[in-house]
């Protein structure tokens, strides 16, 4: 998966966004799912893009030099 399509899977999923469509990845192995069926595809403004679905993160790795235990 390209890193650009794997970021905005990870934002999708932050945002509450059901997926979204990308010309990435349109014509090669990339648009196909893990058992070799083919991902949704459609035509906008005479190009082609792929259905992506959201990846729900199970954590976050955040970065501080200080933080506040008590903030909600």
Not at 15 to 42: C, M, N, Q, V
Not at 51 to 68: S, W
Request: aromatic letters at 8%; charged letters at 25%; proline letters at 6%.
């Amino acid at each position: 998966m390209p890193q650009g399509n794997l970021a905005e899977r990870i934002r999708a999923a932050g945002a509450g966004i059901g997926g979204f469509f990308t010309p990435t990845g349109f014509g090669t192995e990339l648009a196909k799912h893990g058992d070799g069926s083919p991902k949704e595809t459609r035509e906008i403004d005479g190009r082609m893009y792929v259905y992506e679905t959201p990846i729900h993160a199970d954590l976050a790795l955040i970065k501080a030099e200080r933080g506040d235990r008590w903030a909600t």
